[in-house]
C-alpha cells in the first residue's frame, strides 16, 4: 500500500509556472508507475502526465506537452510536475497516482492509489 500527497497548487497567471510534487509513503516507491491527472469542474479526470519507474520513460497529454514535465525523485519518495506556460484552461484539481503494473497507462482506472489532490487555478 502507498499513501499519497500533493502539494504546490496555488494561483497563478496565465504564462506562469507553478511545481506540483507528490510525496509518496510507504514501501517500494520504485515498484509502482507514477502518474499525474487533473479533473475541472463539471469534467471527466483526465490524463496528464506519467512516468516509469526509473523516470527514463514519460507520457503526456497532447494538450500539456512541451509545456509540462513530469519526473521522479526516487531517494526522496516523490514525482514532481513542472508546469510552465500556464493557461487558463489548465484551472483544475490535480491528482497524483499510482499504479503497480509495469505498462505506462493514461487510463485513471488502472491506476491503484490516489492522492487528495491540489487545486491549481489560471487566471486570465
Known amino acids: 500500500q502507498v499513501q499519497l500527497v500533493e502539494s504546490g497548487g496555488g494561483l497563478v497567471q496565465a504564462g506562469g509556472s507553478l511545481r506540483l510534487s507528490c510525496a509518496a509513503s510507504?514501501?517500494?516507491?520504485?515498484?509502482?508507475?507514477m502518474g499525474w491527472f487533473r479533473q475541472a469542474p463539471g469534467k471527466e479526470r483526465e490524463f496528464v502526465a506519467t512516468?516509469?519507474?526509473?523516470?527514463?520513460?514519460?507520457s503526456y497529454a497532447d494538450s500539456v506537452k512541451g509545456r509540462f514535465t513530469i519526473s521522479r525523485d526516487n531517494a526522496k519518495n516523490t514525482v514532481y510536475l513542472q508546469m510552465n506556460a500556464l493557461k487558463p484552461e489548465d484551472t483544475a484539481v490535480y491528482y497524483c497516482?499510482?499504479?503497480?503494473?509495469?505498462?505506462?497507462?493514461?487510463?485513471?482506472?488502472?491506476?491503484?492509489?490516489w492522492g487528495q489532490g491540489t487545486q491549481v487555478t489560471v487566471s486570465s
Open positions: 497516482a499510482a499504479d503497480r503494473s509495469s505498462v505506462l497507462t493514461t487510463t485513471p482506472a488502472r491506476y491503484d492509489y
Open positions: 510507504g514501501r517500494a516507491f520504485t515498484s509502482y508507475i
Open positions: 512516468i516509469n519507474w526509473s523516470g527514463i520513460t514519460t
